[in-house]
């Protein structure tokens, strides 16, 4: 059994070195690509014209989250353990049958976000009808995208998650945006999303498609949706909390101040944001690894393998971190001049991603160990202050405001679950743990 047990571990580790370097290989080429996408759309458009896109980006995106039903973080938990099993029924079910509720339920979110824009529209004339009805329409396809993005990682197949939305999908909409730069519009730009997405999301489905077991191909499938939904649905009420940390701050922005500030602040948050691509392309491959692990009831080759991912995240994301802090005024202005009064702001993002950094996985270790409702709550918790916070900074601090409000809430549900997986799995997965 012994021999059993280093061989399984060795395997795993083995397809750690080899799914981290493809999945960091990718996110570091796509968060790059992405960057430049944001800083020629913002060159060609100029801040206001940038604001109100990704503004209404924002909002499609923040929608698609909550109309996945938290589906795709539930594939995560089960597609490894259906593979496991070699439960070939349940494994076809989940796949597809999870791909039609998410697209019945991000049609609806679209329905019902049209009816209130051109609703909105009647009482406010100021409104960008045709931007928000086409950021609106965007919706299904953010939802779904990212639902085969995931359902690629449950199979571990990393370039299949990665290269298509990662890499691909700004690709085109740079090319699409170079064609009409001179006259680049927000809705020009937000339709070019558009269709870059939905190239993404059909050429992701056919890949993917042929990347199933041949054994799904053959086999009825079998819905074992009250299983499915009662892990779902906390992962749900995570994935809205999560997204409302991530959005709320550009929304209210935009909400208070006006798209000209947004354009500000999105580029302060985006380049704040790359510091940690380092800890999203460790979690890619390190997600699916923590349920197997705990499945096995092994907290030692847990213990090592969070401290492994944790050294490998800290590091280069402190030298990140200080080129941007140090280099910071240049790195704005590749936006434009007017954005280097975003610096400070971004400063400030900066440290509350070192802190998510440095906390480790926590978030990826309570939900794939089971822990989704704990998790669900300090999120929970975490979000309905940084509304509040928000609410009471961005009007008198301004972009400032929301990234202290940001980066402080940050901080805050990085240490509380820091303290839970603690407590729960025995496992310290900080950076100052290792340390000590």
């Not at 989250?65 to 439960?87: H, M, N, Q, W």
């Not at 909390?241 to 208070?256: N, P, W």
């Not at 910071?328 to 009064?341: C, K, M, N, P, T």
Request: charged letters at 10%; one cysteine or more; proline letters at 3%.
């Amino acid at each position: 059994m012994s021999i059993i047990n280093r061989f399984v571990k060795s395997e795993l580790l083995t397809y750690l070195f080899r799914g981290a370097a493809i999945a960091l290989s990718l996110q570091l080429s796509g968060i790059a690509i992405t960057y430049t996408m944001q800083v020629l759309l913002a060159r060609w458009m100029g801040a206001t014209q940038y604001g109100v896109y990704d503004y209404v980006i924002s909002i499609g995106t923040f929608l698609g989250f909550l109309a996945a039903l938290g589906l795709p973080s539930c594939l995560l938990r089960f597609i490894p353990e259906y593979s496991v099993k070699e439960d070939w029924g349940k494994l076809r079910g989940i796949v597809w049958g999870s791909w039609r509720y998410v697209l019945i339920s991000s049609i609806l979110f679209t329905l019902i976000g049209s009816g209130i824009i051109i609703s909105w529209n009647r009482q406010n004339s100021e409104i960008a009808l045709v931007s928000f009805l086409l950021g609106i329409s965007t919706i299904p396809l953010w939802a779904l995208v990212r639902h085969q993005r995931e359902m690629s990682r449950g199979i571990k197949r990393m370039t299949l998650a990665y290269m298509p939305s990662s890499v691909m999908f700004p690709l085109l909409v740079i090319g699409g945006a170079f064609y009409y730069r001179d006259r680049l519009s927000s809705s020009i730009a937000i339709a070019i999303t558009f269709l870059s997405l939905s190239l993404i999301l059909l050429s992701q489905l056919w890949l993917f498609n042929r990347q199933l077991p041949k054994q799904c191909a053959i086999i009825e499938p079998i819905y074992s949706r009250r299983e499915w939904f009662a892990v779902a649905i906390p992962l749900l009420f995570n994935d809205g909390a999560f997204v409302v940390l991530s959005q709320t701050d550009t929304i209210m922005t935009g909400a208070i101040l006006g798209s000209f500030h947004v354009g500000l602040y999105s580029a302060a948050f985006k380049t704040a944001a790359g510091v940690s691509f380092i800890l999203a392309a460790v979690n890619a491959i390190a997600a699916p690894m923590f349920a197997t692990l705990h499945a096995q009831g092994d907290s030692q080759g847990l213990q090592k393998l969070t401290a492994t991912v944790a050294q490998w995240m800290f590091y280069p994301t402190l030298v990140c971190a200080l080129l941007l802090i140090f280099f910071g005024e240049r790195v704005l202005g590749l936006f434009g001049d007017e954005f280097i009064a975003a610096r400070w702001s971004m400063t400030v993002l900066i440290l509350g991603q070192l802190v998510n950094v440095g906390a480790g996985s926590v978030g990826y270790l309570m939900e794939m160990t089971g822990h989704h409702k704990q998790c669900a709550y300090v999120l929970g918790c975490s979000a309905v202050l940084n509304l509040v916070l928000n609410g009471i900074l961005i009007p008198t601090l301004g972009i400032m405001g929301a990234a202290i409000a940001t980066a402080s809430t940050m901080a805050l549900w990085n240490r509380w679950l820091h303290q839970l997986v603690v407590k729960y799995l025995g496992v310290k997965p900080s950076i100052i743990s290792i340390f000590r």
